[in-house]
């Protein structure tokens, strides 16, 4: 059975800070690794990991994915109040070829 | 570029009431998916459509539920009759090319609460 494990749960950090975010997963038919933000609505695109070993970077956001370890790690620096959201860690891949997402990370910002 | 759109926004009924959702995705986009999310969980894909096709229904349940994406355009998400374990957000994106890897853009959502 596919699998998605994020870490933490929930984090709570002050503005400056760095966060680091964590997923894992064990997906069959394996092709890529998608990050979401979700604030109180539609989760929105940050990422798509494909390769190991190479740094995605959009501003303070980046991203990085281990196809041999099985992980990938959202990394956010000087962190915003306007970071605060659910980050969604989606592994693409599995039977039928889909988007196999985790719970999440909640991350609160506080000021 | 509008977003996908989705409506409406919030919908109450009462259990054995049927409910239906509409979504019309980003012009050109000719992949479909409809989702359910659960309050704590990631989305769940329920249907995905290329183009009229529904090409992967495998978790939707269809005694209950039904899609339909006609000309392959818009798309109308149905439950019925609902029960209470039903409330959730439904989530609708496209996405506009096919293959291995995508991106999805989703819509705002149908949150819909079962009484």
């Known amino acids: 059975e596919d699998k998605v494990v994020q870490s933490p749960l929930s984090l709570v950090v002050h503005e400056g800070d760095t966060v680091t975010l964590n997923c894992s997963y064990e997906v069959t038919n394996f092709r890529s690794l998608l990050w979401y933000k979700q604030e109180k609505k539609a989760p929105t695109f940050l990422f798509m990991l494909?390769?190991?070993?190479i740094e995605k970077k959009s501003g303070r956001l980046s991203s990085i994915l281990d196809k041999k370890e099985l992980f990938s790690i959202l990394n956010i620096t000087a962190t915003q109040t306007g970071d605060s959201a659910v980050y969604l860690c989606?592994?693409?891949?599995?039977?039928?070829?889909?988007?196999?997402f985790g719970t999440g990370t909640l991350l609160a910002v506080q000021p | 570029e509008a977003g996908v759109v989705q409506s409406p926004r919030y919908k109450i009924i009462e259990k054995k009431q049927p409910v239906a959702f509409w979504c019309n995705p980003i012009s050109g986009h000719n992949t479909l998916y409809w989702y359910l999310q659960n309050l704590g969980q990631g989305p769940e894909l329920l249907i995905r459509?290329?183009?009229?096709?529904?090409?992967?229904d495998s978790q939707l349940p269809k005694d209950r539920f039904s899609a339909e994406r006609l000309k392959g355009v818009d798309s109308t998400l149905k439950i019925q009759p609902a029960e209470l374990g039903d409330s959730a957000v439904y989530l609708c994106?496209?996405?506009?090319?096919?293959?291995?890897?995508?991106?999805?853009?989703f819509g705002p959502g149908t949150r819909l609460t079962v009484t």
């Open positions: 989606a592994p693409y891949g599995g039977a039928t070829n889909k988007l196999i």
């Open positions: 459509y290329e183009n009229e096709e529904a090409v992967d």
């Open positions: 994106a496209s996405s506009s090319r096919t293959g291995p890897s995508y991106e999805q853009y």
């Open positions: 494909t390769s190991s070993g």
